[in-house]
């Protein structure tokens, strides 16, 4: 998870900068780091629950 949000930090300097060739990775990491965010709240629901 580490990794993503590095690779998101870069990706948006890069951005900042005008160096960004694909602005669509932003957008793929983000939600990419979002469902992993989502998976883990649920496993931490569910063994709360059990």
Do not use: C, W
């Amino acid at each position: 998870m580490g990794d993503l949000k590095e690779e998101l930090f870069n990706l948006r300097f890069q951005h900042a900068t005008g160096q960004l060739e694909n602005p669509m990775r932003i957008k793929e990491v983000k939600k990419t780091y979002a469902r992993i965010k989502t998976i883990i709240q649920e496993r931490v629901m569910k063994s709360d629950e059990a």
